[in-house]
């Protein structure tokens, strides 16, 4: 069973922090790493993708990726409230038809 | 570019009914998905089509859920007969024509409510 794993939070952050978002999963194999956005009644839209490890930039987003630890990231700089969503981890296995498996999401409330 | 259109959005019905959940995913997309996403918990795949052809259904209730993918465009997923615990929003998603590459696109979701 491939599985990923998030802590659902809340993860409660004031407005202009960095919030830190964590993630493990259960596959050494797996190659590919994405990190989706829900808000409250939407659905998913991807915000990042990493693929080695290391760190990722892109504008306020950071995914790291550590594949020895099973371990991926995601680093929100300058928290605003418009963030306050789930945020989605979510892992491309390729050794079981290339199937996109999610986490369980972490809640984050970013507050003026 | 049209994204992935999904219908109907809301649907109520008593257990033991049956319903169908329509998609169209992004012209030119050869992979959809049909993901399960129960309330606070993340998208379950149900299955993975490529093209008409199923990718993976190993986490379809396979006794009460079927779904297709007629001439490799717009898909059905059917429940029949419907249980309490199939409440929860139906997403359709697809990707690029590379296959699935983990960028999935989104529709709305179909959300089941089960009486």
């Known amino acids: 069973q491939k599985e990923v794993e998030q802590n659902s939070g809340p993860l409660s952050v004031p407005e202009g922090a960095i919030a830190s978002l964590n993630c493990t999963y259960s596959?050494?194999?797996?190659?590919?790493f994405f990190w989706y956005r829900q808000y409250s009644g939407k659905s998913p839209e991807l915000i990042m993708s990493?693929?080695?490890?290391g760190d990722k930039e892109d504008g306020r987003f950071t995914a790291q990726l550590n594949k020895a630890s099973q371990y991926v990231s995601l680093l929100i700089r300058d928290s605003q409230p418009s963030d306050s969503a789930t945020y989605l981890c979510a892992v491309l296995f390729h050794n079981a038809g290339n199937m996109l498996t999610f986490g369980g999401g972490t809640r984050l409330m970013v507050k003026p | 570019e049209a994204g992935v259109a999904q219908s109907p959005r809301y649907k109520i019905i008593e257990k033991r009914q049956s319903v169908a959940f329509w998609c169209n995913p992004i012209?030119?997309?050869?992979?959809l998905y049909w993901y399960q996403q129960i309330l606070g918990q993340g998208p379950k795949l149900l299955i993975q089509f490529q093209n008409n052809g199923v990718v993976d259904d190993s986490q379809l209730p396979k006794d009460r859920f079927s779904a297709e993918r007629l001439k490799g465009v717009d898909s059905t997923l059917k429940i029949q007969p419907a249980k309490l615990e199939d409440s929860a929003v139906y997403l359709c998603?697809?990707?690029?024509?590379?296959?699935?590459?983990?960028?999935?696109?989104f529709g709305e979701g179909s959300r089941l409510t089960v009486l």
């Open positions: 012209s030119g997309h050869a992979t």
């Open positions: 990493i693929y080695s490890n």
């Open positions: 998603a697809s990707s690029s024509p590379r296959g699935n590459t983990g960028e999935l696109f």
């Open positions: 596959d050494r194999g797996s190659q590919s």
